[in-house]
């Protein structure tokens, strides 16, 4: 196949020629009009541009200030949504001792740490029972030795551990559930399992979803009667965690121990 570009000859050639003709459509129209009406011409034409230019630039400054206002909305409204957060929770936990379990690679939301704080609970620690096709385990605090061979093992594991007599017990569990997407998970023989030997102990079992990917599994653990909340990155959810933390079976209708900021 001919070739049809030689690389930057054909793209200079190419800029040479985009020149040549506006030379020529000038000098034609230099031709036709004259040297005045040529450049009244020009004038008109450079107006017309300015005159776009100065509406384009009007408009980004408008669509930058409508930018600015949003982010500042936002911002007011994320610190208005912490402080009802923190006035619904303030006191729901005091004297709590907290130990958080993520099964899976579920995040954990970034308000859940300060929140069970400003709640009054003393956070233990937070235990992540790895899922997976390939390499089941768990990371926890404290740490499972030796190392469980899966992760319903792990499980096993970790409760015995959260109850082991030698380390601070928690007095709830708050149970993250993972994406419903991990072909290992078997919340039967991992999740219910850990929160069944907890129970036992005494020590009451929370669950809550880390994303809509955990849906699934969160309704698993209402079929088997774990009191658990929605989607923790939701505010309400997060309060009703909280509320379940501390053996209230529902919202209150009026203020907590706290007051209002």
């Known amino acids: 196949m001919k070739r ?39 004038d008109v034409l450079i107006t017309a541009l300015e005159a776009d230019f100065a509406r384009v630039r009007e408009e980004g400054r408008r669509q930058r200030q409508r930018v600015q206002s949003l982010t500042g909305e936002l911002a007011a409204a994320r610190a208005a ?19 958080v379990v993520v099964v899976g690679e579920a995040g954990l939301p ?10 009054g609970a003393e956070v233990l620690s937070v235990n992540r029972i790895i899922v997976s096709a390939t390499s089941d385990g768990v990371r926890a605090s404290p740490t499972l030795s030796p190392e469980p061979a899966n992760s319903a093992a792990a499980a096993l594991a970790l409760a015995s551990a959260l109850v082991n007599p030698g380390h601070p017990t928690p007095t709830a569990v708050l149970l993250i559930a993972g994406p ?4 290992a998970h078997d919340p039967e023989a991992v999740d219910l399992a850990l929160a069944r030997v907890l129970a ?4 009451r079992v929370v ?20 009191p658990s909340a929605g989607e923790l990155e939701d505010p309400i959810e997060l309060v009703r965690a909280v509320y379940l933390l501390a053996g209230l079976s529902r919202l209150p209708d009026g203020p907590g121990p706290g007051h209002m900021p």
């Open 81 to 99: 949504r912490g402080d009802l957060v923190r006035w619904a929770v303030n006191g729901r936990l005091a004297g709590q001792r907290i130990a």
């Open 207 to 226: 669950g809550a979803g880390a994303g809509p990917a955990s849906v699934a599994h969160v309704a698993q653990y209402r079929r088997a009667a774990l």
């Open 110 to 119: 970034e308000d859940l740490d300060s929140t069970l704080r400003d709640a």
């Open 4 to 42: 049809t570009d030689d690389g930057p000859r054909y793209q200079m050639v190419t800029v040479v020629a985009v020149f040549l003709a506006l030379g020529l459509g000038m000098a034609a129209g230099g031709a036709m009009l004259g040297e005045e009406g040529l450049i009244r011409r020009y």
């Open 200 to 203: 036992r102990a005494g020590i």
């Open 180 to 183: 419903a997407a991990e072909p």
